[in-house]
Nanobody, 119 residues
Framework: VRLVESGGDSVQSGGSLRLSCAAT????????MAWFRQAPGKEREWVGS?????????ADSVKGRFTISISPDNAKITLDLQMNSLKPEDTAMYYC????????????WGQGTQVTVSS
């Protein structure tokens, strides 16, 4: 599974951004996809995820502001992250991850896209 993120940018506090992740390759057994983020000097943290049963969950820090959506088709899965009411503390590198049924975890990662929110 190959993951490529896009959409990162620099925005003012209160602004919005939409990140996208294109998943290609052997996506037919993807169980879940997720967004993670990592700020400088901090550990990577889970932002939110969606599974094949359309269960969606979010970290408390983004609940009500971020929305995950997914658009599968035959050859590709597109995972989006709509981010509203952005705060400076949302500044981080955002990563897309995929969990295949046989992998037992999020073993497939993209290269990341940078989001910077200025006050």
């Amino acid at each position: 599974v190959r993951l490529v993120e896009s959409g990162g940018d620099s925005v003012q506090s209160g602004g919005s951004l939409r990140l996208s992740c294109a998943a290609t390759g052997n996506t037919n057994r993807v169980y879940s996809m997720a967004w993670f983020r990592q700020a400088p000097g901090k550990e990577r943290e889970w932002v939110g995820s969606i599974d094949t049963n359309d269960n969606i969950d979010y970290a408390d820090s983004v609940k009500g502001r971020f929305t995950i959506s997914i658009s599968p088709d035959n050859a590709k899965i597109t995972l989006d992250l709509q981010m509203n009411s952005l705060k400076p503390e949302d500044t981080a590198m955002y990563y897309c991850a995929a969990w295949r049924i046989t992998s037992g975890g999020y073993l497939y990662w993209g290269q990341g896209t940078q989001v910077t929110v200025s006050s």
